[in-house]
């Protein structure tokens, strides 16, 4: 399949009826795990890519980024959605080279935060951009990714409850805007109760991605699907849940000198067969 073919097949998933899950691989094997097992389309976690790559989360270049959108979008032929973060620039301009860029590489769509990640003193701080700011931004990256000649979805997200900042009726807001800035899916992680979600989910008219696994989140792909959420989307929670069986196994050899933990290791035999052809 062409680029533009799957592209188009991921904007169908956002056009057809019910829920679909989107997990996040952080390397070409899961991603192949994820394809074999079932899953419709895939989308990259960049504090998964840091973390398996050796990397302080959010530290990637922009070129590291590339490459690695374009190993996932080849490993499989699913669409991939590109965890962009802020993507990369300041200006329109930049912006807007940013998604043709990451669209060269394969990927049927990417996100935009609201997030000022260069003027923040240490990753994971960074102040929220003005929403007429942040509007801005987000126009650009709609611009862009219209004038590509293929569908790219791109997704349009409001950080603020991963910032300190829990406010339900300010998130929303800036959803609105961005949408009629041109966004084509909406997603502010962080909420986690049914009541926040569907107020999320119902002040706007454009496809809404919730983030699932959250701790003291409960809600179950049933449930968001009744909310109305259209796209679910897991964030690091696999390779963190991976990494951490690593951890405890590494753990249990240091402390106790036993191998205790192999006895829940994926056999050859399970194994192999999810990357196969």
Not at 2 to 27: C, R
Not at 52 to 64: N, W
Not at 174 to 181: G, P, V, W
Request: aromatic share 8%; with cysteine.
């Amino acid at each position: 399949m062409s680029a533009a073919d799957i592209a188009a097949a991921f904007q169908a998933l956002h056009e057809q009826p019910g829920t679909f899950v989107i997990p996040n691989p952080w390397d070409r094997g899961s991603a192949r795990m994820l394809k074999t097992l079932g899953f419709k389309a895939l989308a990259t976690t960049s504090a998964g890519f840091d973390f398996a790559d050796g990397r302080k989360e959010g530290t990637a270049t922009f070129d590291q980024v590339l490459e690695h959108c374009r190993l996932i979008a080849e490993a499989t032929d699913l669409p991939v959605n590109a965890d962009t973060e802020s993507c990369y620039s300041e200006t329109a301009d930049g912006i807007g080279e940013t998604i043709r860029r990451v669209a060269e590489t394969g990927i049927a769509g990417c996100s935009i935060e609201d997030v000022d990640v260069a003027n923040a003193a240490v990753y994971g701080d960074a102040p929220i951009y003005d929403l007429a700011v942040a509007v801005e931004r987000v126009t650009a990256a709609a611009e862009a990714a219209r004038g590509l000649g293929r569908p790219f979805m791109l997704t349009a997200r409001a950080e603020n409850y991963l910032h300190d900042r829990p406010d339900l009726a300010d998130t929303i807001k800036r959803l609105q805007a961005y949408q009629e800035a041109g966004a084509d899916v909406l997603y502010a992680p962080g909420p986690k109760t049914a009541d926040d979600i569907r107020s999320l989910v119902t002040s706007v008219d454009r496809p809404v991605n919730v983030i699932a696994g959250l701790p003291g989140m409960t809600l179950t792909v049933a449930d968001l699907t009744a909310l109305g959420v259209k796209r679910i989307s897991l964030g690091s929670n696999l390779f963190r849940a991976a990494f951490g069986a690593a951890l405890r196994g590494a753990r249990e050899i240091m402390d106790h000198g036993t191998f205790g933990y192999a006895a829940d290791a994926v056999s050859f035999k399970e194994i192999s067969p999810l990357f196969y052809d």
